[in-house]
């Protein structure tokens, strides 16, 4: 098995990505976590949020980067960052905000999520004038471990 090739994302790998980001979602907040997604609620959040068509239109989103870990054609796991969306009074569009780093369940632990985010970091500390923003749900502390160290 060779080891996974952190790129740019491209715009075919928007299918990858759609069901890489359904996938990792399902496995991590309604499987890993037990939240109690109404079963409508949830196909609707899927669809909004990990379309294929929504994942082409967020590829070309300027002022934002994706990156793929990609092993043998097979992508493993994904980054975005971008202007800051998050609702904090002291966050402004300029901000930089990292807004994903999922891991399929399959490659966690091969530290995938440590080479994304500190190139992430990188990426986001060279294109933005103040500071970097990270949205993670309060109760993932294994992301927020992440992100700590």
Request: hydrophobic content about 45%.
């Amino acid at each position: 098995m060779t080891e996974a090739l952190i790129r740019p994302a491209r715009p075919d790998d928007a299918a990858a990505l759609a069901a890489l980001g359904r996938q990792t979602f399902v496995d991590t907040f309604v499987e890993g976590f037990g939240i109690p997604y109404p079963a409508a609620d949830l196909a609707a959040f899927l669809d909004k949020s990990f379309s294929v068509e929504t994942i082409q239109t967020k590829l070309t989103e300027p002022g934002a980067a994706w990156w793929v870990a990609d092993r043998d054609g097979e992508i493993l796991g994904f980054a975005n960052t971008g202007p800051n969306t998050l609702p904090h009074p002291d966050g402004r569009p300029g901000h930089a905000e990292l807004r994903r780093l999922y891991i399929s369940r399959d490659a966690q632990g091969l530290g995938l999520g440590t080479r994304m985010l500190t190139l992430a970091l990188e990426w986001m500390e060279a294109n933005t004038d103040g500071p970097l923003w990270v949205g993670v749900w309060s109760g993932n502390e294994k992301a927020q471990k992440l992100y700590a160290a």
